[in-house]
């Protein structure tokens, strides 16, 4: 009863935020006719229906870019598996949106906005005979309608930090009348399982499947491509290290240009790769570089690069590619309280990976790594400068640290086809919720 009184209420704010905001929605698509193109899919209304209409096809969420690498191996799995399955997959972010759109056989959309009407109505009109959402992606309004049309959801990947669990108990009432649309929930670890549960889940409905970004293929860059790349980014056989700190926050710059410059006054041709999280912070970047004597180009002006200059990456899509050329990688995100990000992308190159203290958002895989030294947790900034400056200097420390982060990932493959599995036991059972 609570929970649903809450669900009113929520859908009453939603309805609110939505009359406060339009005026500045009004102003964004005026300024910027591609915004104009992302509201009009979030209300609902999609010109393309070329995924509508035809077969019932399987919905995949995945927010933004960290869930579409973990949706990655779902969606070539599934098209392999049955080709003639539709498949459509929303997202939040522009980054995301881009991304996914480079995929072949999916039919991509930004979320719609969780609104009743909103949701209902896409609902309706793509017909999916099932929902995947990728690692913890709860819009009551969106899993109310799917309930509401017999839709059957499944949790993938999941994954609930000690920080987001603790939000959603503030709530417990409305979380437990959101759960109840979920049919089945495949955990990444037994950590997340257990907070699931405690978040009111029965325990017959959760499984712990693994984490399926294991499960992306292991990259693999040709000669011509590396020689390619060394080109664009003034990378020649002399140039050790190159840093490579992907998905910084603003504030750690500061630390990675100074491990960057203490690196320089022993490797004088070290070459620095720096790869905001957000767009929006690369000037940052840039100007934060400039002050401390370090000149970076940015990336999407495709000029020459030098020996002696950085890049700042502020392109999309690339960095996953440019942890193949480091020597040393930080993960950022890390050395400040923002939770950390994915280490698996520059461990699947085989490099020498660094991370500072705030890893809670990844802390299980953060904890194997360490524990089996294929990754560098560091406690500060200062540290984090220290460590840099030992990893350059000992090269076969790195590839110890870097051949067991290899090991771990080929230990820990095959949650796909775990998950695959799970989907087809639900697509069979049909609206059978006790079935799966």
């Known amino acids: 009863m609570a929970g649903a009184v809450l669900y009113r209420i929520y859908i009453g704010l939603q309805i609110a935020a939505s009359v406060v905001l339009l005026p500045f929605f009004l102003y964004k698509c005026i300024r910027r006719p591609s915004f104009f193109k992302k509201i009009r899919q979030r209300l609902g209304f999609i010109a393309d229906t070329s995924a509508a209409g035809g077969a019932s096809p399987i919905w995949i969420h995945a927010a933004s870019l960290g869930e579409l690498r973990a949706a990655e191996p779902i969606v070539q799995k599934l098209v392999r598996q049955d080709p003639q399955v539709p498949l459509v997959l929303s997202t939040v972010t522009e980054t995301g949106y881009q991304l996914a759109r480079t995929w072949p056989s999916v039919r991509v959309l930004y979320f719609p906005w969780d609104l009743p009407y909103v949701t209902a109505r896409l609902l309706r009109r793509y017909r999916p005979q099932l929902i995947i959402l990728v690692e913890t ?41 959101i759960l109840q649309s979920v049919r089945v929930f495949l955990m990444q670890s037994r950590v997340d399982s257990s907070r699931i549960r405690q978040m009111g889940v029965a325990s017959e409905k959760v499984y712990v499947t693994g984490n399926t970004k294991y499960d992306r293929e292991i990259p693999y860059m040709s000669r011509s491509v590396r020689a390619d790349l060394w080109r664009q980014l003034g990378i020649t056989e002399q140039t050790y290290p190159v840093l490579v700190a992907g998905s910084t926050h603003k504030g750690e710059e500061r630390w ?7 690196i320089r006054r022993i490797f004088p041709l070290a070459k620095l790769i720096l790869a905001p999280r957000y767009a929006e912070d690369c000037a940052f970047a840039v100007q934060e570089a400039a002050a401390q004597g370090v000149e970076l180009v940015r990336r999407s002006t495709r000029l020459p690069v030098q020996a002696t200059q950085g ?5 999309t899509g690339e960095l996953g590619l440019l942890y193949g050329l480091a020597d040393i990688a930080f993960v950022g995100g890390s050395l400040l309280p923002v939770g950390g990000h994915n280490i698996l992308e520059p461990a699947a190159w085989g490099k020498a990976v660094l991370t500072g203290p705030y890893m809670f958002h990844f802390s299980e ?53 775990k998950n695959i599995a799970v989907v087809q036991r639900v697509l069979e059972a049909g609206n059978d919720e006790n079935t799966i």
């Open 365 to 417: 895989i953060c904890e194997l790594f360490t524990k089996r030294r294929a990754c560098m947790q560091v406690a500060d900034g200062e540290e984090f400068v220290t460590r840099c400056v030992y990893a350059a200097e000992h090269r076969q420390w790195c590839r110890q640290m870097a051949a067991e982060a290899l090991r771990i990932i080929k230990e820990n493959r095959g949650t796909t086809d």
């Open 137 to 177: 992606e709860l819009w009551p309004n969106f899993l109310y309608s799917a309930r509401k049309a017999g839709i059957p959801v499944i949790m993938m990947n999941g994954r609930i930090s000690e920080r987001s669990m603790r939000k959603y108990m503030r709530v417990t009432p409305l979380t437990r009348y």
């Open 256 to 262: 990675v240009l100074e491990a960057f410059l203490a």
């Open 311 to 315: 890049v700042v990456v502020d392109t």
